[in-house]
């Protein structure tokens, strides 16, 4: 029988800087505390995450994140087995960031340090949440991440597919802007889209005959810009009703095509016989019960049961990263001091690396 290990996760690597403690064992944890700084507020006037602004707010946040943390675990340092960071992909300054204070926190205490690939902190979210089995089928779907996933185990995921260009989430914050509704996009949308006709405006849905499970969200944003210039050259501006229309008619698109590609991945994953199928879905974007709502109905069409665990977990945060230090304690051995940060870090070495950088960074 494995022993209950406790780990600190720190996690700084978009524009969020996290610390967390997590107690358990694989797939049978405990959050202790979660802390999540986030700096809209210091970006909202760029209209992105500035990596410069980023960085600088990590350094000087880290540190009190962790002292947070512990507090509300009602833990010290000396109680901690390990510690678990996110070493990429990201932003590199504020991943460095983190990178260095665990550095120093492992080499101070002599706790063993474990470097965590940050999209592996999402996919092994379900474990995290609800203890699901592995192997499992996994969307990831946020302002920075849009991947289908096999995951097999603590450090094996079979990427079967993913974005080419712009990821949902940095989608949903574009068209909100083209639209004249404010950030972040995503749940204005949903907002506008409440008293929209999603059947006004045929917009596309890229890649929907090609096989495989890729999906490409660029094409889709510039037929919102046009049909947004139509309107406005037509009548001078936008009505509240076009606003809602747009938003409702961009939202369908999105869910069709996430759905059209989650009932391929689900096809691919089913090949594999799983014992107790089962279709998670995490990141901001999942937040959205159009997208949600569409996921379920193909994941129930395929006889695999849906997952989508609570959105604290989904979004970026340090407990899934501790989470996945405890799974991964299992299966290798700790990091070094020479433990890197890297920007770009392919989840899947085996599958071809996927194209584009989002505003929040490299996509995998
Ligand atoms: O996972 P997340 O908090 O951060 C990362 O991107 O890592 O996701 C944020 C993204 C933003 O782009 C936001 O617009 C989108 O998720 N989002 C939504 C909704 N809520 C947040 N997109 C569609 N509908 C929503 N309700
Ligand atoms: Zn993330």
């Known amino acids: 029988m494995t022993r209950a290990h406790t780990f600190l996760g720190i996690e700084s690597s978009c524009d969020d800087t996290a610390a967390a403690v997590v107690r358990g064992v694989p797939g049978d944890m405990v959050v202790l505390s979660s802390v999540v700084y986030g700096q809209t ?25 962790i002292v947070a ?10 109680d901690l087995d390990a510690i678990a960071v996110t070493c990429g992909p990201g932003l590199i300054g504020g991943v460095v960031s983190g990178v260095m204070t665990a550095k120093g926190l492992a080499m101070a205490t002599g706790k ?33 991440h849009c991947q289908f996933l096999i995951a097999h185990g603590p450090d094996r995921f079979e990427r079967l597919g993913g974005t080419i260009d712009d990821a949902p989430g940095e989608a949903f914050d574009k068209v909100a802007r083209l639209i004249g509704l404010g950030q972040p996009g995503g749940p204005a949308v949903e907002e506008a889209a409440r008293d929209g006709d999603a059947a006004r405006f045929a917009f596309p849905r890229p890649l929907a005959n090609k096989p495989g499970c890729d ?50 991945a ?8 799983p014992s107790n199928p089962t279709f998670c879905v995490a ?46 304690m299992q299966v290798r051995a700790p990091d070094g001091m020479d433990l890197s940060a890297r920007p770009r870090m392919p989840l899947d070495t085996q599958s071809a690396a996927m194209l584009g950088s989002g505003k929040k960074g490299a996509k995998a």
């Open 215 to 264: 999906l490409s969200f660029s094409g889709l944003k510039t037929a919102v810009l046009r049909a947004r210039d139509d309107l406005v050259a037509e009548a001078g501006g936008l009505h509240e009703q076009d606003q809602a229309d747009l938003a409702a008619s961009f939202q369908a698109a999105v869910a069709d095509s996430l759905a059209g590609k989650s009932a391929r």
């Open 112 to 144: 063993p340090l474990y470097g965590v690939n940050h999209l592996a902190g999402h996919a092994l979210t379900p474990r995290l949440s609800d203890g699901v089995q592995f192997p499992y089928l996994m969307l990831l779907v946020s302002g920075g």
């Open 266 to 273: 689900l096809a691919a994953y089913l090949a594999l016989s």
């Open 41 to 65: 507020d210091l970006h909202a006037a760029y209209g992105g995450v500035v990596p410069e602004i980023a960085a600088r707010a990590h350094a000087e946040r880290l540190d009190v994140s």
């Open 283 to 328: 990141g901001g974007v999942a937040a959205n019960m159009t997208i949600r709502g569409a996921l379920e109905t193909v994941s129930v069409e395929y006889g695999a049961a849906f997952l989508a665990p609570p959105l604290a977990l989904c979004t970026d945060n340090a407990a899934m990263i501790a989470a996945a230090g405890i799974e991964q």
């Open 69 to 78: 943390a512990l507090e509300q675990a009602e833990m010290t340092l000396s």
